[in-house]
Nanobody, 117 residues
Framework: QVQLVESGGGSVQAGGSLRLSCDAS????????MGWFRQAPGKEREFVAR????????YYGDSVKGRFSISRHKVKNTVYLQMNSLEPEDTAVYLC??????????WGEGTQVTVSS
């Protein structure tokens, strides 16, 4: 089992920045990648960003390209999401995701991000 704990959410005005963190613990051997999704009220879960654990290749959803940046600290088993130029449309619960070998998928409980205009 892998446990994921997100932190760093909060409230910010449009144009501001936040940095989210997700700490993975437990049986993290075989980590393939970690990433972030978000879900706003009444909307489907949306892919935000992902990083491959080996090599560090990154992938972003179209709505956040150029504004968000994902990174990782392999020793700490932590992934970060730097969010800049935040917009009210970015308001959502941000969920951390980890994928391990064997198609094992784990989710955190999420952290709320609220952007006011």
């Amino acid at each position: 089992q892998v446990q994921l704990v997100e932190s760093g959410g909060g409230s910010v005005q449009a144009g501001g920045s936040l940095r989210l963190s997700c700490d993975a613990s437990g049986r993290t051997f075989g980590m393939v990648g970690m990433g972030w999704f978000r879900q706003a009220p009444g909307k489907e879960r949306e892919f935000v960003a992902r990083i491959r654990w080996s090599g560090g290749s990154t992938y972003y959803g179209d709505s956040v390209k150029g504004r968000f940046s994902i990174s990782r600290h392999k020793v700490k088993n932590t992934v970060y999401l730097q969010m800049n130029s935040l917009e009210p449309e970015d308001t959502a619960v941000y969920l951390c995701n980890a994928v391990l070998v064997g198609d094992q998928n784990y989710w955190g409980e999420g952290t709320q991000v609220t952007v006011s205009s």
